[in-house]
C-alpha cells in the first residue's frame, strides 16, 4: 500500500495505551518518533494489542499465502532471521539450501536431462513473473535484432484474468498488453483467441495454472500445440511462461499425468510461490527456466563486494533466507508423498464444501473446481433472494471468517462471486463450522421483511480478488 502523510485530529495525535500507568504513563506520538526510548515489554504490549484487531490469519479463507506451519518450521525460520539471501559467500550452506530448491523444482516440473536448467528463489511470484518476463522482452530483443528488424514494440498476450503482477510487468516495462477477454462460462483463455492476438512482435504468452478468480487451469498443453504449429508455419519462436503461482505446487501431486511444464517444447520459464502451496509463511517465490540459454547473460549481473564473485538476477538485493531454509524443510519434511497427502486433503475438504454449499439451495459453483482447491461461487441466477454475495462476505465476518466477494472481469463483470482458498489448516471441522455460520445467515436473510433483490456493487465493479 501506498501510504500518505496522515493529517491527525487533535485527538488522534497520541497513543494511550491501555494498562494505564502499569506499563507507560505517557501518551507516545503516533505518526512522529517518539523522542525519548520505552522498554521493551512496553513497547511490545503496546503493538501487541494493536494488532489484536487484525484478522485471524487461520479463518482468513481469502488468502492463497500460508497461514500455519509447523512449530518446527517455525523454529528453524526463527533460528534463521538474520540471514540475508543476497549473502552467498558469508552464508554459502543457505545458498545451497537454494540450488538444492531449483535443482528439486526443475525436476519436479520434468525439465528435459539434456538441458540445463536453471533459477532463482524470489520474493514472491510477483518478482518471479517480472524476472521472467523480462527474460521473453530481452531473448526477443535479440531475434529481432539478429534478423535486423526494428525490436520497439513488444508485446505480450495474456487472460484479462491474469493476476495483477503481470498488468504491472507490462506497464513498467513498456510492453503492450494483448488481453483474451472471458465470456460466460469461458473464464479462461483458450488456443484459438491466443493464436488471433500473435504477431512478429510477440515476446511470449502468459498461461496460468490455478487463475486467481476461479482456480482453473488454463489449457497450457493445447496453448503449446497450437503455438508449435503457429511458430513452424511463421519462424517466429513464441515461448510461453507458465504463471503456477499455486498450481505448481499442486498439479504436480494431484495430476501428475498434466502435461502443462518442461514436458512441452514451448514451455521456456515457470514461476510459482513457495509461500502459497509450497506451504511457507510469505516471503518466497521461485522462477524457473528450463535452459540456461533462455536467460540473457545481461540481465544478470556479477557483484564481488560481498567476497566472492556472485550473479545475481533479482528486483531486491538483501531479503530474508530464513524463508528458502523453510522451503527447503518442508521439500525434506514432506517429501512427494506427504505434499501429495496434503494435497488431497485439501481438494477433499474443498469438494465437501462445494458439495455441502450446493446443498444450500442457492448457492451455484463456478467451473468445476477441481484444479486447485479453490471454490468460487456465485448466487444462481434464478435464485429469489433478498441479499448479494457482498452481503454475505459482510455476515461471515461477524464470525471472523474473510471470505471475499467480487465480480468478474469485463464481459462478466455483472457476476459477483465468493471465493474460498481451502489450505491445509483449514480443516473439516473448521468446513462445517462455516457452513453452520452460512445456514445461519441464510436464515436470517429469510426472516428480514425487505427484498433488496438487486442491489448494486458497493465497490462500483473495482473489486479484484485478492490473493
Ligand atoms: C498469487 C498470484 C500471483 C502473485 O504472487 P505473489 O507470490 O503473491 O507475488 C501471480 N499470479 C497468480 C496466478 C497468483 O495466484
Redesign the pocket.
Known amino acids: 500500500m501506498l501510504h500518505k502523510k496522515a493529517d491527525p485530529q487533535p485527538h488522534e495525535e497520541n497513543l494511550n495505551p491501555t494498562f494505564g500507568s502499569r506499563y507507560i504513563s505517557t501518551e507516545i506520538p503516533r505518526y512522529s518518533m517518539p523522542e525519548s526510548e520505552m522498554p521493551p515489554q512496553t513497547a511490545k504490549q503496546i503493538i501487541h494489542d494493536e494488532l489484536m484487531l487484525d484478522g485471524n490469519a487461520r479463518l482468513n479463507l481469502a488468502t492463497?499465502?500460508t497461514t500455519w506451519m509447523e512449530p518446527e518450521a517455525r523454529e528453524l525460520m526463527q533460528e534463521t532471521f538474520e540471514k540475508n539471501m543476497i549473502d552467498k559467500d558469508e552464508y554459502p550452506q543457505t545458498a545451497e539450501i537454494e540450488m538444492r530448491c531449483v535443482n528439486i523444482l526443475s525436476r519436479l516440473y520434468n525439465a528435459p536431462e539434456k538441458e540445463s536448467p536453471c533459477g532463482c528463489s524470489t520474493?514472491?511470484?510477483?518478482?518471479a513473473?517480472m524476472l521472467g518476463g523480462m527474460a521473453l522482452k530481452w531473448q526477443w530483443r535479440k531475434r529481432r535484432q539478429a534478423a535486423g528488424k526494428p525490436a520497439d514494440k513488444p508485446n505480450l498476450i495474456l487472460g484479462i484474468d491474469?493476476?495483477v503482477?503481470?498488468e504491472k510487468f507490462c506497464r513498467y516495462w513498456e510492453i503492450e498488453p494483448r488481453y483474451i477477454p472471458i465470456e460466460k462460462g469461458r473464464y479462461m483463455i483458450n488456443p484459438e483467441e491466443v493464436i488471433e492476438r500473435c504477431d512478429e512482435n510477440t515476446i511470449g504468452v502468459i498461461g496460468?495454472l490455478?487463475?486467481?478468480f476461479t482456480g482453473q487451469y488454463e489449457p497450457i498443453a493445447e496453448i503449446n500445440d497450437a503455438l508449435e504449429e503457429l511458430n513452424s508455419k511463421t519462424g517466429w519462436e513464441i515461448p510461453l511462461h507458465v504463471?503456477a503461482?499455486?498450481g505448481g505446487f499442486v498439479a504436480p501431486f494431484l495430476q501428475p499425468d498434466l502435461k502443462w511444464d518442461f514436458r512441452l517444447k514451448w514451455v521456456k520459464s515457470i514461476?510459482v510461490?513457495g509461500?502459497?502451496y509450497g506451504l511457507v509463511y510469505p516471503g518466497v517465490?521461485w522462477i524457473i527456466w528450463r535452459d540456461e540459454d533462455e536467460l540473457p547473460e545481461e540481465l544478470v549481473f556479477k557483484v564481488n563486494y560481498l567476497g566472492g564473485d556472485m550473479p545475481t538476477f533479482a528486483l531486491n538485493f538483501s531479503r530474508p533466507g530464513n524463508q528458502v531454509v523453510a522451503q527447503y524443510y518442508n521439500f525434506i519434511r514432506l517429501g512427494k508423498e506427504g505434499y501429495t497427502r496434503l494435497m488431497e486433503s485439501s481438494r477433499d475438504t474443498a469438494r465437501f464444501l462445494a458439495k455441502k454449499l450446493e446443498e444450500l439451495g442457492v448457492f451455484e459453483i463456478l467451473g468445476p473446481g477441481e484444479d486447485i482447491p479453490v471454490l468460487a461461487f456465485r448466487i444462481k441466477e434464478d435464485a429469489d433472494v433478498n441479499f448479494t454475495v457482498f452481503d454475505i462476505s459482510e455476515q461471515v465476518r461477524h464470525r471472523g471468517w474473510l471470505i471475499p466477494a467480487y465480480t468478474l472481469p469485463e464481459n462478466a463483470e455483472d457476476i459477483a462471486v465468493l471465493r474460498i482458498v481451502v489450505k491445509e489448516d483449514f480443516s473439516r471441522d473448521m468446513a462445517m463450522l462455516l457452513l453452520e455460520d452460512l445456514q445461519r445467515i441464510l436464515d436470517h436473510f429469510d426472516e428480514l421483511p425487505d427484498h433488496r433483490k438487486v442491489k448494486d456493487d458497493p465497490n462500483d465493479g473495482k473489486h479484484r480478488p485478492k490473493?
Open positions: 492463497f499465502v520474493i514472491g511470484s510477483s518478482e513473473a491474469v493476476q503482477c503481470w496460468i490455478g487463475t486467481t504463471d503461482a499455486s514461476n510461490s509461500h502459497k517465490g490473493c
